[in-house]
């Protein structure tokens, strides 16, 4: 069993302890557990079979959780969790996940009102019946509908570079009014998530009525869900939503801060704040004193942070995992930016199944002010792509000594190949050819759906060839699309390490492989990572941002990223000649 399985399995017992209104602490631990085990590296089966003692030894786990996931490794169910759902009908999840509802109000509506499923929550809106109830309004009851209709839609989480060409044609949309004096996007974008729930978008403005006009006039508005004096919301034809909200600039910052949050983030942030005698929220930071409130920062992050001993947090790294402890070290990591790549070490050409001659994907890469690339077509394996057999990589290869010599100092193309591990272990290409290759990735394209044992062995296996650089895509994942291969990555990186080989960072947004979380985990292993585009085109060259986004999520530096060394540097890196 996976951890985000287990994660979710803990989620789910929180929301139906909550349905049943239980004891909120039980509720919190079961939440707590779920974000701690998300963010975890390492497996948790292999905790178990190794031993499961360390379970309670991991922040927010403690005995009783720590049984629970010795069960749900070794017996892959919870005998807690089918009661709970014995007693809550399966529909009643549907409507706790409808936006503006939730457990608690859910189990109200269940309670007063007998509604199980959507049609009959739909219904009694419509009926006004939910008004009548505590806590709920008219206005709520047009929420829920309108909720109804997104979860029937359930539409999922859009990649992070979808959402980023739709958020920038939403503000140059809307800089055309001349009353906005700040406008920045919050949320799960400036955060970099891979995949962005709806965009958050902040403006200061001395004419609320100019941006909200301009706003429901976007072209590519499905429908204003809702407006209010300050809040607008809309949802376009892709089916993202966008939530506008206008802040009076004494607020920006704290707002900025709010609505980028993590919520996680948040949580710890407040926490600090009660601690000495101050209030935060998305005006201000306040001093309390008795029943009066004190106006103390909010204008910038920088002041709202400040006011808290906190340095300014890059947005990637609000999530609540390690960036607190590394504030009080005095430890926030310097994180990579796109400027330090100096170098993209996968790219496809028409030799496979690239777009653009190899000659093309140098002059496009020298005029991105590229140094040096590498050149990594496909092996004879990959057939479908026209896969390179010795003697046609060697003929690409002499290709490039000859564009080399030609290119002088100026510009490094390194005679690489994408090599495929085969099905049966071992790589596509002999090793006398693999020997003359400056860079060598090697990929799992073909048995994706073996077990565990026989994937980690082939990749094992690949690092163990001195010919091997790198792992490409070392999992396998596309987002939104299919699931990483069942591969021990504790395992992969161990051997990663003692064999001196590096891992990829593919940039390709539907792959973003190895993701946040395992190039944190390789960084503490002390591998470097390789972050590349995988481009098939000159345009996939431009990939490398999305990259770089998921490096900084994982804190990396400069120093963590192979590729900002020189080509001589890497070369060095690498084992290779100068
Ligand atoms: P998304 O849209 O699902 O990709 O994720 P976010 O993080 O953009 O979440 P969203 O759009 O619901 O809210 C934006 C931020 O606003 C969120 O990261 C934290 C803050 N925020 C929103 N609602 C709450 C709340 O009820 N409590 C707290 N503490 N923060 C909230
Ligand atoms: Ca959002
Ligand atoms: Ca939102
Ligand atoms: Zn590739």
């Known amino acids: 069993m996976t951890n985000d399985r287990i994660a979710d399995t803990f989620d789910q017992i929180a929301d139906l302890l909550e349905f049943q209104s239980a004891n909120p602490f039980r509720v919190r631990a079961y939440r707590n557990g779920a974000r701690v085990i998300r963010d975890l590296s390492e497996r948790l089966s292999a905790i178990v079979a190794d031993d499961p003692s360390r379970l309670t030894g991991l922040d927010g786990i403690g005995k009783d959780l720590a049984e629970k996931i010795e069960t749900l490794v070794t017996t892959g169910e919870l005998s807690q969790l089918n009661e709970l759902l014995d007693v809550v009908p399966a529909t009643v999840l549907a409507i706790m996940r409808v936006p503006g509802l939730g457990p608690k109000k859910a189990a109200v509506l269940f309670r007063e009102l007998g509604v199980q499923n959507l049609d009959q929550l739909r219904e009694a809106c419509l009926a006004g019946e939910v008004r009548k109830l505590k806590g709920f309004a008219a206005k709520t009851e047009q929420t829920i509908l309108k909720g109804i209709e997104i979860a029937a839609a359930a539409n999922e989480r859009i990649l992070w570079a979808d959402a980023d ?39 200061v403005s001395t004419d609320v009525a100019e941006i909200m006009d301009r706003f429901a006039d976007v072209p590519d508005l499905e429908t204003v869900i809702g407006r209010g004096d300050t809040k607008m919301s809309i949802r376009l034809h892709s089916g993202l939503q966008v939530d506008l909200r206008v802040v009076p600039a004494e607020s920006f910052g704290a707002a900025l801060q709010y609505f980028t949050g993590s919520k996680d983030h948040n949580v710890t942030l407040r926490g600090m704040a009660r601690e000495r005698g101050l209030k935060i929220n998305e005006y201000g930071v306040y001093q309390v004193d008795g029943d009066q409130e004190t106006y103390l920062a909010g204008a910038t992050e920088e ?70 690339i590498a050149i990594t077509d496909h092996s004879q394996r990959v057939t479908m792509a026209g896969g390179l057999d010795p003697a046609r990589v060697r003929k690409q290869w002499a290709t490039i000594d000859t564009l080399n010599a030609d290119l002088g100092d100026a510009f490094t193309v390194l005679k690489g190949i994408e090599c495929d591990i085969l099905e049966k272990g071992g790589m596509d290409l002999p090793d006398d050819v693999l020997a003359e290759a400056d860079w060598v990735l090697a990929s799992v394209h073909y048995g994706q759906n073996q077990p565990r044992d026989q994937i980690t062995e082939r990749i094992l296996g690949a690092l163990e060839n001195p010919h091997v650089t790198a792992i490409a895509h070392p999992t396998g994942r596309l987002i939104n699309r299919r699931e990483a291969y069942d ?63 998921q490096a900084r999520r994982a804190g990396l530096t400069r120093q963590d990223v192979a590729n900002t060394r020189t080509c001589r540097q890497l070369q060095k890196l690498i084992g290779g000649h100068a």
């Not at 739709?166 to 809307?174: D, R, T």
């Not at 973003?512 to 944190?520: E, I, M, Q, S």
Request: hydrophobic fraction near 45%.
């Open 487 to 549: 591969v021990d990555l504790d395992q992969v990186m161990a051997t990663a390490k003692a064999q001196g080989k590096l891992l990829e960072l593919n940039a390709n947004p539907w792959r973003l492989d190895l993701n946040d979380v395992f190039c944190a985990a390789a960084k503490r292993h002390g591998i470097p990572i390789v972050i590349s585009t995988d481009a098939h085109s000159v345009d996939g060259l431009d990939c490398l941002r999305f990259g770089v986004l």
């Open 165 to 203: 060409r739709i958020a920038q044609q939403v503000l140059e949309h809307l800089r055309a009014c001349s009353s906005i004096e700040r406008m920045e996007l919050a949320g799960s974008y400036r955060r970099g998530r891979e995949t962005v729930g709806d965009l958050d978008v902040l403006v």
């Open 303 to 372: 002041e709202v942070y400040a006011t808290l001993d906190l340095p300014w947090f890059p947005p990637e790294l609000r999530e609540s995992r390690e960036e607190f402890a590394w504030a009080a070290a005095g430890e926030l990591p310097q994180l990579i930016e796109l400027q330090d790549i100096r170098g993209d070490l996968h790219m496809h050409t028409t030799a496979t199944d690239g777009k653009a001659t190899l000659e093309e994907m140098v002059a496009a890469a020298r005029q991105r002010g590229l140094k040096y």
